[in-house]
């Protein structure tokens, strides 16, 4: 039980971040058609000075967001160390993408003006996902200071695939 207190906290984390980034995915790329089509007038559009920078970056971010959770999916299914690397870097560069759009989103929420519904559902949808996203980055990365939080940099055996090394083995033989 010690050895899944993270997998148990991150898996439905993921889960709920992948659907949030859908989300942000379907409303951004809607916002964004109907911005290029210049329906901006539209009351249930909308926008301001912002809006088009904050389209463009929620879309960055809910497809990178998208992707690391695959990333992240296949770690929490193999829950090793060599998978461990792919997953926190991916997720890495999703928060800090998402975290370019929280600011966009304050930015656009700063500026005022009248907002639709759908910007509006955006823009907590991205201030929602960088805390989020925020605490799986972390969760991840907490096997770094305890193994029971799950696999971590600095176990025995990263890189090894989990396969423990005797004296005298070909593992050993071949890192020397």
Same mark, same amino acid.
């Given at each position: 039980?010690?050895?899944?207190?993270?997998?148990?906290?991150?898996?439905?984390?993921?889960?709920?971040?992948?659907?949030?980034?859908?989300?942000?995915?379907?409303?951004a790329?809607?916002?964004?058609?109907?911005?290029?089509?210049?329906?901006?007038?539209?009351?249930?559009?909308?926008?301001?000075?912002?809006?088009?920078?904050?389209?463009?970056?929620? +879309?960055? /971010?809910?497809?990178? !967001?998208?992707?690391? @959770?695959?990333? $992240?999916?296949?770690?929490? =299914?193999? *829950? &090793?160390?060599?998978?461990?690397?792919?997953?926190?870097?991916?997720?890495?560069?999703?928060?800090? +993408?998402? /975290?370019?759009?929280? !600011?966009?989103?304050? @930015?656009?929420? $700063?500026?005022?003006?009248? =907002?639709? *519904? &759908?910007?509006?559902?955006?823009?907590?949808?991205?201030?929602?996902?960088?805390?989020?996203?925020? +605490?799986y980055?972390?969760?991840?990365?907490?096997?770094?200071?305890?193994s029971?939080?799950?696999?971590?940099?600095?176990?025995?055996?990263?890189?090894?695939?989990?396969?423990?090394?005797?004296k005298?083995?070909?593992?050993?033989?071949?890192?020397?």
């Open positions: 039980m010690a050895q899944t207190v993270g997998r148990n906290i991150a898996a439905p984390l993921l889960f709920l971040n992948l659907v949030m980034y859908i989300l942000v995915l379907g409303f790329s809607w916002s964004l058609n109907r911005f290029i089509n210049g329906q901006t007038n539209n009351y249930s559009f909308g926008g301001n000075g912002a809006t088009m920078f904050f389209l463009i970056f929620s +879309i960055l /971010a809910a497809v990178v !967001g998208v992707v690391s @959770k695959l990333a $992240g999916g296949n770690h929490i =299914r193999a *829950w &090793r160390n060599d998978s461990l690397a792919a997953a926190a870097s991916s997720a890495l560069i999703a928060w800090a +993408i998402t /975290a370019l759009a929280f !600011g966009l989103a304050c @930015k656009q929420i $700063g500026v005022g003006g009248h =907002r639709g *519904w &759908r910007l509006r559902v955006l823009e907590a949808l991205i201030i929602i996902l960088a805390f989020t996203q925020l +605490i980055v972390l969760l991840l990365h907490a096997g770094m200071y305890s029971k939080y799950g696999p971590g940099y600095r176990d025995a055996d990263y890189g090894l695939g989990g396969v423990e090394a005797h005298g083995s070909a593992a050993t033989a071949a890192r020397v």
